[in-house]
């Protein structure tokens, strides 16, 4: 405690009189909030927008990181070589890489190739104004859509060899006599998995799986590099045109944090509802 | 012997189950070693024997939880094999009773009983559920139905397994020593119940070490060792008299108090 103390007390002092760094938290305003003269409203700043673009980022990022997840960690508890040797080397591949240069291999050799063949820039364009909100809100903007794709894929191929491996752990933990007095019942592989196994490997591995889902949304930060308009992006841009490093910073940082404080909680929450459940009960 | 290989409706008229010269290897080690036995339709046998005998392995082979390397097995004259619409066929019929109880820990104990007959008879779940409550009467725990498996006692958590079992409405019941994993003063309740389903005259195959229980209620006692039936008869004879030494060593370690 004391060492911590002194260690604030000379960041305070290099602060105060070492860098002579004038504080000035006033400088944010703008960046979070600001009064639109032609909207005669309140606007979002750039970085509540790109708090917007992270959340949406991490959202779908991770809906489609469980889904990948799950299919590889069938694959690598499959009874066939086939399946398990594709997993293992799905998980051997991303695993061994950096994100960030897996990023950057994925955004230009995939990405450039593949997805102007989907019209994915064409998207939305016979919409309503209705329908238009809603693809705004849920995806971002239509021009940055392809971008946004790729981020999105890129964090949840990543993350999903992660997954996949905390999923595989949580399958396999699950007794054998679960699985034969569910066969021995006569119900097929494919229920026993989905009604037996899996609830009880979901409730093992809840603790891991909510870790990886505040790495991703932090992992999330790198998806600037390929000029997503997320958070990072944006306290970059704010911090280069109003000089004020620290304050911007420091705003990101406190906007991250009540994003991955507020999903861990929910995670804690889940697990202290399914753990009281099984708790119901006295012992007999 | 009525079983060709490629037939999956049951025939009741062949024998409950049929082993024939099967054998099962764990690697090198042998497991069972080319055994023959003819269950009878409603007979109740017991299987026993020192532990590695190879008798768990005998029980689980008919329902396929093991594959045997050997020879044949049939169950009501459908063929136990790699056939994966045979094996659903043939564990529809018959019921499995573990050791460890298995139930599934987060589902009720009412919700235990009634998934395989909603998701493999496709019942409905008041008719499935209704079913549920009248064998949980019969193994005396309908009060406990909408508990959790872990907070019963081992005891109840067994007669809820015999009840989950139940519900398939099996024609054969396989025991793998239902009570072995009990404390003592649970066991009687387990065996009671075991002890009334034997009356109604279902096919039952037990593993057990509950000697006297073996003498009460099996027809045939079947004794186990090193993979091979060293000798089979009723349990009267096979406790006054038995043949083989080694059946007499182990009567004599098991009965020495």
């Known amino acids: 405690m004391a060492a911590l103390a002194g260690g604030l007390a000379y960041v ?26 032609a909207h005669h409203a309140w606007r979002a700043g750039l970085l509540l927008e790109g708090l917007e673009a992270t959340l949406r980022l991490a959202l779908w ?29 799905y998980v051997g591949f991303v695993r061994n890489m950096p994100l960030l240069v897996f990023l950057f291999l994925f955004y230009f050799f995939l990405s450039s190739q593949i997805l102007p063949l989907l019209g994915l820039d064409r998207l939305g364009h016979g919409a309503g104004p209705a329908a238009r909100f ?50 021995g019942l006569g119900l097929g592989r494919r229920e026993t998995l989905w009604r037996v196994i899996l609830p009880q490997a979901l409730r093992a591995s809840l603790p891991a799986l909510a870790g990886q889902v505040i790495l991703l949304i932090k992992a999330s930060s790198v998806a600037s590099l390929i ?23 420091t705003a990101a940082a406190a906007l991250y944090f009540v994003v991955c404080f507020g999903a861990a909680s929910l995670f804690a929450r889940w697990e202290r509802a399914r753990g009281t459940a099984l708790a119901a009960g006295p012992r007999a | 012997m009525s079983g060709r290989g490629g037939e999956s409706a049951p025939d009741p008229t062949a024998p409950a189950i049929a082993f024939e010269r099967v054998s099962k290897w764990f690697g090198a080690h042998a497991a069972l070693r080319g055994v023959s036995l003819a269950v009878a339709p409603g ?84 008719e499935a559920e209704e079913l549920a409550m009248s064998y949980l009467a019969r193994v005396r725990i309908p009060e406990q139905a909408e508990k959790l498996p872990h907070a019963l006692s081992g005891g109840q958590q067994q007669r809820v397994a015999i ?11 396989l025991f793998d020593e239902p009570t072995s994993a009990l404390d003592p ?22 593993v057990t070490h509950e000697m006297g229980f073996a003498r009460r209620l099996a027809d045939r006692m079947v004794f186990m060792d090193a993979g091979e039936i060293v000798e089979a008869g009723p349990p009267e004879r096979l406790f006054r008299a038995p043949e083989a030494p080694r059946l007499r060593d182990f009567l004599a370690q098991i009965l020495r108090d």
């Open chain 2, 163 to 173: 009840a989950r079992a139940l519900c398939m409405r099996p024609r054969i019941m």
């Open chain 1, 61 to 89: 990022s991770s809906v489609l990181t469980f889904l990948l997840g799950f299919g590889f960690a069938l694959c690598r508890i499959s009874r066939s070589l086939y399946w398990r040797l594709l997993g293992g080397l």
């Open chain 2, 43 to 126: 007979e109740r046998v017991v299987v026993c024997g020192p532990s590695g005998s190879g008798k768990s392995t005998l029980i689980r082979c008919v329902n396929r939880l093991e594959a045997h390397d050997e020879g044949r097995i049939l169950v009501e004259g459908i063929e136990v094999d790699d056939d994966p619409r045979r094996v659903r066929a043939i564990r529809r019929e018959v019921g499995m009773v573990f050791q460890s109880f298995n139930l599934f820990p987060h589902l009720s104990v009412l919700e235990n009983c009634i998934l395989a007959p909603m998701r493999v008879r496709g019942m409905a779940r008041a």
């Open chain 2, 185 to 206: 003063e649970m066991i009687k309740e387990v065996l009671d119940v075991i002890g009334e389903l034997a009356e109604t005259g279902m096919t039952m195959v037990c």
């Open chain 1, 227 to 249: 000029s997503i308009p997320e958070l990072t992006y944006m306290a970059n841009e704010v911090s280069s045109s109003n000089d004020h490093v620290f304050e911007t910073w």
């Open chain 1, 12 to 37: 305070a002092h290099r602060f105060g009189s070492v860098l002579h760094y004038r504080w000035d938290w006033g400088s944010l305003g703008g960046a979070l909030l600001h009064w639109s003269v």
């Open chain 1, 134 to 183: 809603w693809l705004g809100l849920l995806f971002g903007p239509p021009r940055e859509l392809s971008a946004f794709v790729t981020g999105v894929f890129c964090l949840a191929l990543f993350e999903g060899a992660y997954v996949a491996e905390i999923l595989r752990a949580g399958l396999q933990a699950v007794p054998r006599g679960q699985w034969e007095a569910a066969l």
